[in-house]
């Protein structure tokens, strides 16, 4: 799929409306799509001699796998940051690859299905241990009697639970490392409770901040450094960022995103009616819980379906407190997550160039479509 986009889009001299609705570059180049893409990613998994740990590449998979990397220490254990779509073929890439890894760690990652690879995995390895906070079902059994000892407890992020975890093992945590916890729990349980802060032009709750930063720092100096600032990490922005980025970076970054938000709720919303519930539609590239958060306070909307022009599509849904079912109308879509944030990645739609390029341009009504629909049925059926 790149190949065919990763010189069409630039990202100078767009304008907002652009930056809203068209991909952004990085969603093609450099990037393959068919399977694992040969990077540093297999060669941590080929240089693994002990311990590994394979995390999700958000703010609480990061965070988690920080505080693994504290309590065993640097030298004795490797850190693996993955998307979803690359779960299955990283225990295949395990499997076939190393059978040297003792000790596994899997943090912050759910499961669509149960690959048998996990099994396979877990038969090679002396301990396999899997922290997570989404919903599960039946498949926590399953990959429990795989032989992972397995944790989830919806009440707290991964990073919470790892800390709990390790805890229990005697780690001691400092002041900063329990501020960083905070931090991502407060953004990644969408609680939002912290301090408010200026960035930019305008207010936001330092947890989004915070969770700006894990997205746009390099992950090696994030899994290194980002413990030892704890809420004083955005005073430190241009020391956890890639070189070059330059001072107030996250600044400028959340004061666009501000404008992206405004945007697509002024241009690329729709507001229904479904079965009693009010559910928004929105697309566009933005954050789905900002989007939520400030449509609440312009609409009393109880669900958001919220899709990008992204490739592989996706649709994330959110809702506000009195909808608990969004990881049922995910799982429709192929998906899962929360009761009250999830996200799918329908393999059925936009897969070939010129889908996709349908998709852009319809502002990705093939899949707000799909997904009205399943929310029309679950509604129907609770």
């Known amino acids: 799929m790149f190949q065919y986009f990763e010189n069409a889009i630039e990202p100078e001299n767009r304008d907002l409306k652009h930056k809203v609705l068209f991909p952004s570059k990085s969603t093609f180049k450099g990037r393959r799509w068919d399977n694992w893409d040969k990077n540093d990613r297999e060669r941590t998994v080929d240089n693994c001699e002990n311990r590994l740990v394979v995390t999700h590449n958000d703010a609480d998979g990061l965070v988690s796998g920080a505080l693994l990397v504290d309590f065993f220490g640097a030298d004795n254990i490797d850190v693996l940051s993955i998307g979803y779509e690359n779960i299955e073929h990283t225990f ?100 939002h409770a912290m301090e408010t802060i200026t960035v930019g032009s305008h207010k936001v709750c330092i947890s989004e901040a915070f969770s700006q930063m894990a997205f746009y720092s390099e992950t090696d100096k994030f899994l290194e450094e980002i413990l030892e600032y704890g809420k004083d990490f955005i005073n430190n922005e241009e020391e956890l960022l890639r070189d070059g ?92 997550g929360h009761e009250q944030a999830a996200g799918c990645k329908p393999d059925d739609i936009a897969q070939e160039p010129m889908d996709f390029l349908e998709y852009v341009q319809s502002r990705g009504s093939q899949l707000k479509e799909k997904a009205e629909k399943e929310v029309q049925d679950h509604l129907q059926n609770e």
């Open 92 to 191: 295949d890439y395990i499997k076939e690859n190393n059978d040297e890894i003792e000790e596994l760690y899997v943090t912050d990652l759910n499961l669509d299905e149960v690959y048998g690879s996990i099994g396979e995995v877990a038969d090679m390895v002396e301990s396999f241990v899997w922290i997570d906070h989404h919903q599960w079902g039946d498949k926590k059994d399953e990959v429990s009697d795989m032989g992972v000892e397995i944790t989830i407890n919806q009440n707290r992020a991964a990073a919470g639970l790892v800390l709990e975890y390790i805890k229990g093992r005697s780690y001691e945590p400092s002041e900063t490392a329990i501020e960083t916890v905070k931090l991502t729990e407060d953004h990644d349980l969408w609680n």
């Open 245 to 336: 980025m330059g001072s107030g970076f996250i600044a400028q970054k959340e004061s666009e995103h501000q404008m992206k938000v405004e945007y697509i709720l002024d241009n690329e919303t729709e507001i229904k009616e479904i079965e009693g519930w009010t559910v928004g539609f929105a697309h566009g590239r933005a954050s789905p819980g900002a989007l939520l958060e400030e449509l609440s306070d312009r609409e009393d909307v109880d669900i958001l379906v919220h899709t990008k022009p992204q490739y592989p599509v996706k649709a994330s849904i959110r809702s506000t407190d009195d909808f608990d079912g969004c990881h049922k109308i995910a799982e429709r879509l192929g998906g899962g």
